[in-house]
Protein backbone atom coordinates (compact mmCIF):
# COMPACT_ATOMS: atom_id res chain seq x y z
CA UNK A 1 0.00 0.00 0.00
CA UNK A 2 1.71 3.28 -1.20
CA UNK A 3 -0.81 6.01 -0.99
CA UNK A 4 -0.06 8.85 -4.23
CA UNK A 5 -2.66 11.22 -2.79
CA UNK A 6 -3.57 11.87 0.45
CA UNK A 7 -6.69 14.13 1.16
CA UNK A 8 -6.71 15.88 4.38
CA UNK A 9 -10.30 18.11 5.37
CA UNK A 10 -9.28 19.89 8.19
CA UNK A 11 -12.98 20.72 8.32
CA UNK A 12 -16.66 20.05 6.64
CA UNK A 13 -17.41 23.61 6.71
CA UNK A 14 -17.51 26.09 3.67
CA UNK A 15 -17.60 29.93 4.05
CA UNK A 16 -19.71 29.97 0.79
CA UNK A 17 -22.64 27.98 -0.62
CA UNK A 18 -22.23 27.04 -4.26
CA UNK A 19 -25.30 25.62 -6.09
CA UNK A 20 -23.95 22.29 -7.34
CA UNK A 21 -22.20 21.60 -4.05
CA UNK A 22 -21.90 18.02 -3.24
CA UNK A 23 -21.10 18.53 0.47
CA UNK A 24 -23.73 17.92 2.62
CA UNK A 25 -21.81 18.96 6.10
CA UNK A 26 -21.04 22.22 4.67
CA UNK A 27 -22.71 23.94 7.77
CA UNK A 28 -20.52 21.77 10.37
CA UNK A 29 -17.78 23.79 12.03
CA UNK A 30 -15.89 20.56 13.39
CA UNK A 31 -11.79 21.15 13.48
CA UNK A 32 -9.61 18.25 12.80
CA UNK A 33 -8.27 17.76 16.40
CA UNK A 34 -4.43 17.28 17.00
CA UNK A 35 -4.60 13.65 17.49
CA UNK A 36 -6.26 13.03 14.30
CA UNK A 37 -3.61 14.96 12.80
CA UNK A 38 -1.09 13.00 14.70
CA UNK A 39 -2.85 9.79 13.95
CA UNK A 40 -2.59 10.82 10.23
CA UNK A 41 1.44 11.40 10.57
CA UNK A 42 2.16 8.15 12.15
CA UNK A 43 0.03 5.91 10.36
CA UNK A 44 -0.13 7.40 6.82
CA UNK A 45 2.49 9.98 6.30
CA UNK A 46 5.54 8.28 8.38
CA UNK A 47 5.40 5.29 6.60
CA UNK A 48 5.50 6.90 3.51
CA UNK A 49 8.47 5.48 1.15
CA UNK A 50 11.06 7.70 1.36
CA UNK A 51 11.35 8.62 -2.29
CA UNK A 52 7.45 9.06 -2.21
CA UNK A 53 6.16 12.19 -4.05
CA UNK A 54 2.89 11.27 -2.61
CA UNK A 55 0.89 14.81 -2.81
CA UNK A 56 -0.81 15.65 0.36
CA UNK A 57 -3.94 17.76 -0.47
CA UNK A 58 -6.11 20.27 2.00
CA UNK A 59 -9.41 19.76 0.56
CA UNK A 60 -13.09 20.26 0.82
CA UNK A 61 -14.96 21.65 2.75
CA UNK A 62 -13.05 25.06 2.22
CA UNK A 63 -9.94 24.64 3.71
CA UNK A 64 -9.02 28.14 4.47
CA UNK A 65 -12.35 28.10 7.13
CA UNK A 66 -9.43 26.72 9.55
CA UNK A 67 -7.67 29.02 11.29
CA UNK A 68 -4.03 29.85 10.28
CA UNK A 69 -2.86 28.95 13.49
CA UNK A 70 -4.72 25.53 12.96
CA UNK A 71 -2.32 24.80 10.01
CA UNK A 72 0.93 26.63 11.98
CA UNK A 73 0.00 23.51 14.52
CA UNK A 74 -0.63 20.93 11.69
CA UNK A 75 2.41 21.58 9.54
CA UNK A 76 4.98 21.52 12.94
CA UNK A 77 3.48 17.83 13.25
CA UNK A 78 3.53 16.44 9.70
CA UNK A 79 6.63 18.26 8.02
CA UNK A 80 9.05 16.55 10.20
CA UNK A 81 8.40 13.11 8.46
CA UNK A 82 6.96 14.20 5.51
CA UNK A 83 9.18 12.15 2.42
CA UNK A 84 11.42 15.22 0.76
CA UNK A 85 9.43 14.89 -2.61
CA UNK A 86 6.12 14.76 -1.67
CA UNK A 87 4.20 17.95 -1.42
CA UNK A 88 1.69 19.95 -0.07
CA UNK A 89 -1.41 21.27 -1.88
CA UNK A 90 -4.30 23.34 -0.60
CA UNK A 91 -7.89 23.21 -3.09
CA UNK A 92 -9.44 26.92 -2.19
CA UNK A 93 -12.56 28.91 -3.66
CA UNK A 94 -9.83 31.74 -2.61
CA UNK A 95 -12.10 33.98 -1.36
CA UNK A 96 -10.44 34.54 2.02
CA UNK A 97 -6.88 33.96 0.90
CA UNK A 98 -4.96 37.36 1.92
CA UNK A 99 -1.23 38.31 2.87
CA UNK A 100 -1.26 35.95 5.85
CA UNK A 101 -2.54 32.56 3.84
CA UNK A 102 0.25 33.52 1.32
CA UNK A 103 2.81 34.08 3.42
CA UNK A 104 1.60 30.41 4.83
CA UNK A 105 1.56 28.91 1.51
CA UNK A 106 5.36 30.29 0.89
CA UNK A 107 6.54 28.93 4.05
CA UNK A 108 5.62 25.35 3.58
CA UNK A 109 5.75 25.51 -0.26
CA UNK A 110 2.03 24.74 -0.52
CA UNK A 111 0.56 24.68 -4.12
CA UNK A 112 -2.67 26.34 -4.55
CA UNK A 113 -5.69 25.73 -6.77
CA UNK A 114 -8.70 28.02 -7.00
CA UNK A 115 -11.94 27.27 -8.07
CA UNK A 116 -13.33 29.52 -10.56
CA UNK A 117 -15.91 28.99 -12.61
CA UNK A 118 -14.47 31.40 -15.54
CA UNK A 119 -15.73 34.32 -16.47
CA UNK A 120 -17.46 36.67 -13.85
CA UNK A 121 -21.05 36.11 -15.69
CA UNK A 122 -20.85 32.29 -15.12
CA UNK A 123 -19.10 32.20 -11.80
CA UNK A 124 -21.63 34.04 -9.93
CA UNK A 125 -24.74 32.61 -11.72
CA UNK A 126 -23.95 29.57 -9.15
CA UNK A 127 -21.08 30.57 -6.98
CA UNK A 128 -22.85 32.41 -4.52
CA UNK A 129 -21.72 33.19 -0.56
CA UNK A 130 -24.05 31.79 1.95
CA UNK A 131 -25.50 35.04 1.88
CA UNK A 132 -26.92 34.75 -2.25
CA UNK A 133 -23.82 37.70 -3.12
CA UNK A 134 -21.48 36.96 -6.02
CA UNK A 135 -18.31 35.83 -5.12
CA UNK A 136 -16.13 36.24 -8.68
CA UNK A 137 -14.62 39.66 -7.64
CA UNK A 138 -13.52 37.97 -4.02
CA UNK A 139 -12.20 34.80 -5.77
CA UNK A 140 -10.19 36.96 -8.36
CA UNK A 141 -8.81 39.01 -5.50
CA UNK A 142 -7.16 35.90 -3.89
CA UNK A 143 -5.85 34.92 -7.24
CA UNK A 144 -4.71 38.07 -7.69
CA UNK A 145 -3.03 38.18 -4.60
CA UNK A 146 -1.37 34.97 -5.37
CA UNK A 147 0.26 36.17 -8.64
CA UNK A 148 1.57 39.63 -7.03
CA UNK A 149 3.05 36.94 -4.40
CA UNK A 150 4.87 34.72 -7.30
CA UNK A 151 2.56 31.99 -7.48
CA UNK A 152 0.85 30.63 -10.63
CA UNK A 153 -2.19 28.42 -8.81
CA UNK A 154 -4.10 25.98 -11.32
CA UNK A 155 -7.56 27.04 -11.59
CA UNK A 156 -10.60 24.55 -11.74
CA UNK A 157 -13.22 25.35 -13.65
CA UNK A 158 -17.02 23.67 -13.73
CA UNK A 159 -18.29 24.07 -16.77
CA UNK A 160 -22.44 24.27 -17.28
CA UNK A 161 -24.19 24.37 -20.39
CA UNK A 162 -24.75 27.86 -21.06
CA UNK A 163 -21.33 28.70 -21.55
CA UNK A 164 -20.38 25.90 -23.76
CA UNK A 165 -20.65 28.28 -26.53
CA UNK A 166 -18.46 30.95 -25.47
CA UNK A 167 -15.00 29.13 -25.51
CA UNK A 168 -13.77 32.98 -26.65
CA UNK A 169 -15.19 34.48 -23.77
CA UNK A 170 -13.49 31.95 -21.03
CA UNK A 171 -10.21 31.55 -23.30
CA UNK A 172 -9.64 35.89 -22.91
CA UNK A 173 -10.43 34.91 -19.21
CA UNK A 174 -7.61 32.78 -18.59
CA UNK A 175 -5.62 34.84 -20.85
CA UNK A 176 -6.26 38.50 -19.78
CA UNK A 177 -5.93 37.07 -15.96
CA UNK A 178 -2.84 35.32 -17.00
CA UNK A 179 -4.21 31.83 -15.71
CA UNK A 180 -1.71 29.27 -17.45
CA UNK A 181 -2.90 25.65 -15.48
CA UNK A 182 -6.45 25.18 -15.63
CA UNK A 183 -8.74 21.96 -15.50
CA UNK A 184 -12.58 21.64 -16.69
CA UNK A 185 -15.08 19.85 -15.26
CA UNK A 186 -18.69 19.26 -14.67
CA UNK A 187 -20.76 19.31 -11.62
CA UNK A 188 -21.53 15.71 -10.98
CA UNK A 189 -25.04 13.83 -9.51
CA UNK A 190 -23.33 13.15 -6.04
CA UNK A 191 -24.14 14.02 -2.49
CA UNK A 192 -26.42 16.47 -1.71
CA UNK A 193 -26.13 17.40 -5.72
CA UNK A 194 -29.08 15.55 -7.05
CA UNK A 195 -29.39 16.66 -10.52
CA UNK A 196 -26.44 17.95 -12.92
CA UNK A 197 -26.95 20.61 -15.10
CA UNK A 198 -25.77 18.64 -17.84
CA UNK A 199 -28.56 16.15 -17.19
CA UNK A 200 -31.51 15.66 -19.65
CA UNK A 201 -29.34 16.10 -23.12
CA UNK A 202 -25.69 14.65 -24.85
CA UNK A 203 -23.71 17.01 -24.21
CA UNK A 204 -20.20 15.52 -24.92
CA UNK A 205 -20.18 17.28 -28.23
CA UNK A 206 -20.37 20.45 -27.10
CA UNK A 207 -17.96 20.13 -24.59
CA UNK A 208 -15.28 18.67 -27.09
CA UNK A 209 -16.25 21.24 -29.38
CA UNK A 210 -15.43 23.55 -26.37
CA UNK A 211 -12.19 22.34 -25.19
CA UNK A 212 -11.28 21.98 -29.25
CA UNK A 213 -12.02 25.90 -29.47
CA UNK A 214 -10.07 27.11 -26.11
CA UNK A 215 -7.18 24.63 -27.45
CA UNK A 216 -7.49 26.89 -31.11
CA UNK A 217 -7.26 30.33 -29.74
CA UNK A 218 -4.61 29.32 -27.08
CA UNK A 219 -2.39 28.05 -30.31
CA UNK A 220 -3.20 30.39 -32.41
CA UNK A 221 -2.13 33.18 -29.82
CA UNK A 222 0.64 30.94 -28.77
CA UNK A 223 -0.84 31.64 -25.07
CA UNK A 224 0.95 28.17 -23.12
CA UNK A 225 -2.20 27.57 -21.89
CA UNK A 226 -2.27 24.19 -20.10
CA UNK A 227 -5.47 22.01 -19.78
CA UNK A 228 -4.73 19.12 -16.72
CA UNK A 229 -6.98 16.44 -18.77
CA UNK A 230 -5.94 17.07 -22.28
CA UNK A 231 -2.32 17.59 -21.24
CA UNK A 232 -2.52 14.11 -19.54
CA UNK A 233 -3.73 12.19 -22.13
CA UNK A 234 -1.34 13.97 -24.41
CA UNK A 235 1.46 12.53 -22.40
CA UNK A 236 -0.02 9.06 -22.11
CA UNK A 237 0.04 9.19 -26.23
CA UNK A 238 3.08 10.32 -26.45
CA UNK A 239 4.73 7.54 -24.04
CA UNK A 240 4.75 9.31 -20.57
CA UNK A 241 4.85 6.69 -18.05
CA UNK A 242 1.17 5.84 -17.30
CA UNK A 243 0.17 6.64 -13.21
CA UNK A 244 -2.53 4.67 -12.71
CA UNK A 245 -6.40 5.48 -12.04
CA UNK A 246 -5.96 6.11 -7.90
CA UNK A 247 -9.59 6.71 -7.74
CA UNK A 248 -10.06 2.56 -8.60
CA UNK A 249 -7.16 1.37 -6.87
CA UNK A 250 -7.01 0.91 -3.11
CA UNK A 251 -5.58 3.15 -0.70
CA UNK A 252 -3.77 4.91 -3.66
CA UNK A 253 -5.58 7.68 -2.63
CA UNK A 254 -6.35 8.31 1.31
CA UNK A 255 -9.38 10.37 2.66
CA UNK A 256 -9.39 11.67 6.27
CA UNK A 257 -12.02 13.49 7.05
CA UNK A 258 -12.39 15.73 10.26
CA UNK A 259 -13.45 13.67 12.52
CA UNK A 260 -10.90 10.86 11.44
CA UNK A 261 -13.07 8.84 9.32
CA UNK A 262 -11.07 7.00 6.99
CA UNK A 263 -11.70 6.36 2.90
CA UNK A 264 -10.38 5.76 0.07
CA UNK A 265 -10.80 5.87 -4.06
CA UNK A 266 -11.79 9.19 -3.99
CA UNK A 267 -12.99 12.09 -1.70
CA UNK A 268 -16.68 12.46 -3.07
CA UNK A 269 -17.74 8.85 -1.85
CA UNK A 270 -17.81 9.92 1.90
CA UNK A 271 -20.80 12.06 1.04
CA UNK A 272 -23.05 8.84 -0.32
CA UNK A 273 -25.38 7.07 1.21
CA UNK A 274 -24.48 3.41 0.75
CA UNK A 275 -25.35 1.39 3.82
CA UNK A 276 -24.04 -2.02 2.23
CA UNK A 277 -20.89 -0.13 2.36
CA UNK A 278 -20.93 2.06 5.48
CA UNK A 279 -21.11 5.00 3.36
CA UNK A 280 -17.38 4.05 2.51
CA UNK A 281 -16.18 4.85 5.86
CA UNK A 282 -14.42 2.24 5.84
CA UNK A 283 -12.70 2.78 9.62
CA UNK A 284 -11.29 6.05 11.52
CA UNK A 285 -7.45 7.06 11.72
CA UNK A 286 -7.58 6.91 15.48
CA UNK A 287 -8.43 3.37 16.22
CA UNK A 288 -7.53 1.65 12.49
CA UNK A 289 -4.57 0.83 10.88
CA UNK A 290 -4.72 1.24 6.74
CA UNK A 291 -3.63 -2.39 7.02
CA UNK A 292 -6.44 -3.40 8.77
CA UNK A 293 -8.71 -2.23 7.50
CA UNK A 294 -8.06 -4.63 4.38
CA UNK A 295 -9.58 -7.17 6.31
CA UNK A 296 -13.21 -5.45 6.96
CA UNK A 297 -16.86 -6.57 4.93
CA UNK A 298 -17.61 -3.34 3.75
CA UNK A 299 -14.13 -2.80 2.64
CA UNK A 300 -13.44 -5.90 0.82
CA UNK A 301 -17.04 -5.69 -0.97
CA UNK A 302 -16.57 -1.70 -2.36
CA UNK A 303 -12.98 -2.96 -3.51
CA UNK A 304 -14.09 -6.06 -5.17
CA UNK A 305 -17.40 -4.29 -7.31
CA UNK A 306 -14.80 -1.55 -7.98
CA UNK A 307 -12.44 -4.39 -9.94
CA UNK A 308 -15.89 -5.41 -11.70
CA UNK A 309 -15.93 -2.13 -12.86
CA UNK A 310 -12.96 -1.82 -14.52
CA UNK A 311 -13.05 -5.16 -15.64
CA UNK A 312 -16.16 -3.51 -17.25
CA UNK A 313 -14.75 -0.70 -18.87
CA UNK A 314 -11.57 -2.88 -20.19
CA UNK A 315 -13.82 -3.25 -23.47
CA UNK A 316 -13.98 0.91 -23.97
CA UNK A 317 -12.07 2.66 -26.41
CA UNK A 318 -11.01 5.18 -23.81
CA UNK A 319 -9.89 2.32 -20.73
CA UNK A 320 -5.74 2.92 -21.59
CA UNK A 321 -6.04 6.34 -21.10
CA UNK A 322 -8.84 6.36 -18.39
CA UNK A 323 -7.93 2.82 -16.18
CA UNK A 324 -11.51 1.98 -14.91
CA UNK A 325 -13.76 5.27 -14.62
CA UNK A 326 -14.54 6.84 -11.32
CA UNK A 327 -16.51 4.61 -8.63
CA UNK A 328 -18.35 7.40 -7.32
CA UNK A 329 -19.94 8.35 -10.57
CA UNK A 330 -20.78 4.97 -10.99
CA UNK A 331 -22.19 4.11 -7.87
CA UNK A 332 -24.33 7.62 -8.12
CA UNK A 333 -25.59 7.32 -11.65
CA UNK A 334 -26.02 3.60 -12.03
CA UNK A 335 -26.41 2.33 -8.43
CA UNK A 336 -23.53 -0.16 -8.83
CA UNK A 337 -19.85 0.31 -8.21
CA UNK A 338 -19.54 -2.55 -10.83
CA UNK A 339 -20.95 -0.02 -13.43
CA UNK A 340 -19.00 0.99 -17.05
CA UNK A 341 -19.28 3.98 -18.74
CA UNK A 342 -21.26 7.32 -16.97
CA UNK A 343 -22.07 10.21 -18.39
CA UNK A 344 -19.72 12.15 -15.68
CA UNK A 345 -16.81 9.56 -18.27
CA UNK A 346 -18.45 10.72 -21.45
CA UNK A 347 -18.53 14.32 -20.00
CA UNK A 348 -15.02 14.70 -18.84
CA UNK A 349 -12.26 11.94 -20.11
CA UNK A 350 -13.80 11.16 -23.24
CA UNK A 351 -14.33 14.90 -23.83
CA UNK A 352 -11.03 15.61 -23.73
CA UNK A 353 -9.81 12.85 -25.60
CA UNK A 354 -11.96 13.37 -28.09
CA UNK A 355 -10.94 17.36 -28.13
CA UNK A 356 -7.24 16.32 -28.44
CA UNK A 357 -7.90 14.18 -31.20
CA UNK A 358 -10.04 16.75 -33.08
CA UNK A 359 -7.77 19.72 -32.63
CA UNK A 360 -4.50 17.60 -33.75
CA UNK A 361 -6.96 16.34 -36.98
CA UNK A 362 -7.66 20.00 -37.73
CA UNK A 363 -3.52 20.45 -37.92
CA UNK A 364 -2.72 17.65 -40.46
CA UNK A 365 -4.69 19.96 -43.24
CA UNK A 366 -3.72 23.36 -42.28
CA UNK A 367 -1.30 24.99 -44.55
CA UNK A 368 0.80 26.66 -43.71
CA UNK A 369 0.58 26.15 -40.10
CA UNK A 370 1.91 27.76 -37.14
CA UNK A 371 5.14 25.61 -37.28
CA UNK A 372 5.62 27.29 -40.97
CA UNK A 373 4.35 30.79 -39.99
CA UNK A 374 6.84 30.97 -36.99
CA UNK A 375 9.64 28.92 -39.01
CA UNK A 376 9.61 32.26 -41.64
CA UNK A 377 8.92 35.02 -38.94
CA UNK A 378 12.35 33.93 -37.16
CA UNK A 379 15.57 35.74 -37.35
CA UNK A 380 18.34 33.80 -38.12
CA UNK A 381 20.83 35.02 -35.38
CA UNK A 382 20.16 32.78 -32.39
CA UNK A 383 20.80 31.86 -28.49
CA UNK A 384 21.62 28.41 -27.51
CA UNK A 385 21.91 25.86 -29.77
CA UNK A 386 19.23 25.05 -32.88
CA UNK A 387 18.57 27.47 -35.82
CA UNK A 388 14.71 27.58 -34.61
CA UNK A 389 15.54 29.73 -31.29
CA UNK A 390 15.16 33.50 -31.47
CA UNK A 391 17.70 36.33 -30.18
CA UNK A 392 16.97 36.55 -26.52
CA UNK A 393 16.74 40.48 -26.72
CA UNK A 394 13.48 40.42 -28.83
CA UNK A 395 11.77 38.19 -26.14
CA UNK A 396 11.75 41.20 -23.49
CA UNK B 1 7.55 28.70 -7.33
CA UNK B 2 4.33 26.73 -5.97
CA UNK B 3 2.02 26.14 -8.74
CA UNK B 4 4.42 27.24 -11.62
CA UNK B 5 4.48 26.16 -15.09
CA UNK B 6 7.29 26.88 -17.45
CA UNK B 7 6.89 23.86 -20.03
CA UNK B 8 5.56 24.23 -23.64
CA UNK B 9 1.86 22.55 -23.62
CA UNK B 10 2.53 19.02 -25.09
CA UNK B 11 -0.80 19.35 -27.49
CA UNK B 12 1.03 22.67 -28.87
CA UNK B 13 4.14 20.28 -29.62
CA UNK B 14 2.12 17.55 -30.74
CA UNK B 15 0.11 20.19 -33.39
CA UNK B 16 3.31 21.47 -34.53
CA UNK B 17 4.37 17.90 -35.05
CA UNK B 18 1.59 16.70 -37.39
CA UNK B 19 1.92 19.97 -39.16
CA UNK B 20 5.84 19.22 -39.69
CA UNK B 21 5.09 15.56 -40.54
CA UNK B 22 1.84 16.13 -43.07
CA UNK B 23 -0.16 13.77 -40.69
CA UNK B 24 -3.27 12.98 -42.24
CA UNK B 25 -6.50 13.02 -40.60
CA UNK B 26 -6.46 9.52 -40.93
CA UNK B 27 -2.85 8.70 -39.29
CA UNK B 28 -4.46 9.79 -36.16
CA UNK B 29 -6.72 6.92 -36.06
CA UNK B 30 -9.75 8.56 -34.96
CA UNK B 31 -12.06 5.43 -34.33
CA UNK B 32 -10.18 2.83 -33.05
CA UNK B 33 -9.00 2.11 -29.03
CA UNK B 34 -6.32 4.73 -27.86
CA UNK B 35 -3.20 3.19 -27.03
CA UNK B 36 0.03 4.44 -24.80
CA UNK B 37 2.49 5.61 -26.89
CA UNK B 38 0.41 5.86 -30.28
CA UNK B 39 1.83 9.30 -30.89
CA UNK B 40 5.54 8.69 -29.26
CA UNK B 41 6.85 8.62 -33.07
CA UNK B 42 5.00 12.16 -34.31
CA UNK B 43 7.87 13.98 -31.81
CA UNK B 44 10.67 12.96 -33.28
CA UNK B 45 10.77 14.87 -36.40
CA UNK B 46 10.97 17.86 -34.29
CA UNK B 47 13.11 16.87 -31.11
CA UNK B 48 15.49 20.14 -32.29
CA UNK B 49 13.12 22.88 -32.34
CA UNK B 50 11.28 21.57 -29.20
CA UNK B 51 14.25 21.75 -27.01
CA UNK B 52 14.35 24.60 -24.41
CA UNK B 53 16.94 26.58 -24.53
CA UNK B 54 17.92 28.82 -21.16
CA UNK B 55 19.58 32.15 -21.09
CA UNK B 56 21.32 33.89 -18.65
CA UNK B 57 20.90 37.45 -18.80
CA UNK B 58 21.19 40.40 -16.29
CA UNK B 59 17.91 41.29 -14.45
CA UNK B 60 16.86 45.13 -13.95
CA UNK B 61 17.62 44.79 -10.79
CA UNK B 62 20.96 44.11 -11.22
CA UNK B 63 21.69 40.12 -10.79
CA UNK B 64 21.37 37.12 -12.76
CA UNK B 65 17.99 36.09 -14.43
CA UNK B 66 17.53 32.74 -15.78
CA UNK B 67 15.49 33.22 -19.03
CA UNK B 68 13.87 30.72 -21.04
CA UNK B 69 13.02 30.62 -24.72
CA UNK B 70 10.37 28.04 -26.54
CA UNK B 71 11.53 26.69 -30.02
CA UNK B 72 9.08 28.25 -32.27
CA UNK B 73 6.90 30.31 -29.86
CA UNK B 74 9.02 33.43 -30.46
CA UNK B 75 5.42 35.30 -29.08
CA UNK B 76 5.42 33.47 -25.81
CA UNK B 77 6.27 35.49 -22.56
CA UNK B 78 9.28 34.72 -20.46
CA UNK B 79 7.37 32.99 -17.51
CA UNK B 80 10.49 33.11 -15.55
CA UNK B 81 10.78 36.49 -15.41
CA UNK B 82 7.42 37.63 -14.90
CA UNK B 83 6.53 36.62 -11.56
CA UNK B 84 3.47 39.43 -11.35
CA UNK B 85 1.08 40.74 -13.58
CA UNK B 86 -0.77 40.23 -16.22
CA UNK B 87 0.56 37.82 -19.12
CA UNK B 88 0.04 40.76 -21.78
CA UNK B 89 2.67 43.09 -19.77
CA UNK B 90 5.10 40.49 -18.95
Given at each position: MQPRLIILQPTPYCNIACSYCYLSHRNDRTLMSAPVVDAVRDKIIAKLPRDSSAGIVWHAGEPTAAPI???????????????????????????????????????????????????????????????????????????????????RPRVITVLHPDGLPCADEY??????????????????????????????????????????????????????????????????????????????????????AADGSLSTYSPELMEVTAPEYRNFVFGNILS??????????????????????????????????????????????????????????RLTTQAAADALLDFLSA????????????????????????????????LV | MPGTKHTLPLVFALAMAVEANGASAEALHMDVKLEPGSFAGLLDALQNELSIEPADQPSEAGGQTRQVQWGNFPNFPNFLNCFSGNWRNC
Open positions: RWYEDAYERLEPVRPPASNFAMQTNGVAVDDRWIELFRRTRTEVSLSIDGPERFHDARRLTRNGKPTWHLAMRGLKRLQDAGFFEFYRTNGISDISFSVDEMEGSNTASSFQGADHKAAITKFIVAVLKLAYENQYPLHIREVERIAGILSGAPVSGNELVEPWAAVVVDDLAGIGDSVSFTAASREIAKGVDACKSCRYFDICGGGSPVNKYCEHGSLSAAETEFCHADSTPGLLQRNREKIPSRTVGKGAAHVPIET | -
